[in-house]
């Protein structure tokens, strides 16, 4: 078959798909055991799993559980598996068949930037939603100038967006050090001139400068100085800090999220941290005002995403819902964030050690630390 006859799905245009509810059935080609551990989901997608190993000989044994209406994607862990198995379905008579272009490691690094909303000055808050991964960065915009929160690796995606919207960047903010994936936080500062922020308590084994991410830190964006105001709430890790922003958005960090709440576990600390995470969600979050939006920095399911594709909810309505904040007592509080957690992320340590500075993996080593779903909610079973 001519390979030409047949199209590739780039991770963008499977992102809309997923955005928009679209109707798309996906075999995925990988071995069972990365399947269950991690796959795409959405509201109106189909999944088989069927692993590539038993289809080399033909695709005989499934063909009459693929859809003829349906559009088709096939995926893989690189994209060459994929591609030969879709070359097949078209050969048997499927005419909606593609193949997921870059496979799963694409998936996993796309971003899809969402407009949250705006400022007092005329400005707008961005969330960067990754959506293969449940990873959320964002970028405040005000009168040319940009502060990006929770940056991702993918760092030319954050430039080129500012670059769009005429903006300078000029501080990027970890609310905390990460265990799910690697920060470019410090490499956009460096290529940006911009000035780097971490809490002070997470960075007692960091080997670069930053600046101290705490309360009262003087942190502004644009001329008229729209506030990004820090709040110390130590729980998910103990240097986590939140992010007040123009008054009107609460950005959690991986403390509060939509539908659950942050970990205590992942720097082996949980025991210790889990007063510190009560009190942050029971006490300091409780004295905030009710109609801020809260803006996390992670989704543990595609349930969480709005009809806009984005990710957030006001703050009043996760006290009445969020299951992490209605536990009656300390007891069942502690059982909840100690025992019977989520598998930990994939490569949490070596992610730890390349967010300190201490090794420095290259690019492909980076991609396989952060292959699955970032598990940084109690609640993500």
Not at 106 to 126: C, F, N, Q, R, T
Not at 263 to 273: C, F, I, N
Not at 328 to 340: D, I, L, N, Q
Not at 354 to 366: L, R, Y
């Amino acid at each position: 078959m001519n390979q030409t006859e047949l199209k590739g799905m780039t991770a963008g245009e499977l992102a809309v798909k997923v955005f928009h509810h679209e109707p798309l059935f996906i075999l995925d080609v990988r071995n069972e055991s990365d399947f269950m551990n991690w796959k795409i989901e959405g509201k109106q997608i189909q999944i088989l799993n069927k692993p590539y190993f038993e289809l080399l000989e033909s695709v005989d044994e499934i063909i009459d559980q693929i859809p003829d209406e349906t559009e088709v994607l096939v995926v893989c862990a690189k994209e060459g598996s994929s591609q030969f198995v879709a070359e097949q379905l078209v050969e048997q008579g499927k005419s909606k068949v593609s193949y997921l272009l870059g496979g799963m490691k694409a998936w996993s690094e796309h971003l899809e930037p969402v407009k949250i909303g705006d400022l007092s000055d005329g400005g707008s808050i961005y969330q960067f939603v990754r959506i293969g991964k449940g990873c959320l960065s964002y970028m405040i915009i005000s009168e040319g100038e940009a502060v990006v929160v929770d940056t991702l690796r993918m760092t030319g995606e954050f430039e080129r967006f500012a670059a769009e919207h005429q903006a300078v960047i000029k501080h990027t903010l970890d609310t905390h050090l990460h265990a799910d994936h690697i920060s470019g936080g410090r490499k956009l500062a460096e290529d940006a001139g911009a000035m780097y922020w971490l809490p002070p308590k997470d960075a007692d084994e960091v080997v670069f400068d930053f600046n101290p991410l705490v309360d009262g830190a003087d942190i502004t964006v644009g001329r008229t100085r729209i506030t990004i105001q820090p709040l110390y709430s130590p729980g998910h890790t103990i240097g986590s800090t939140s992010l007040i922003v123009d008054g009107k958005y609460l950005l959690s960090g991986d403390i509060l999220f939509v539908a659950s709440i942050g970990r205590p576990d992942l720097a082996g600390k949980a025991e210790d941290w889990v007063g510190d995470l009560r009190e942050t969600l029971y006490e300091r979050y409780k004295q905030l005002p009710d109609d801020l939006t809260v803006l996390p920095a992670h989704f543990g399911s595609i349930a969480e995403l709005g009809q806009d594709g984005s990710v957030s909810a006001k703050l009043a309505d996760l006290f009445r819902n969020n299951p992490g904040l209605n536990m009656t007592s300390e007891t069942e509080f502690r059982s909840a964030v100690t025992e019977k957690l989520p598998p930990q992320p994939n490569a949490y340590q070596e992610i730890r050690q390349t967010n300190m500075g201490k090794i420095t993996p290259d690019d492909e080593e980076q991609r396989e630390m952060e292959i699955g779903p970032n598990r940084c909610a109690v609640h993500d079973k």
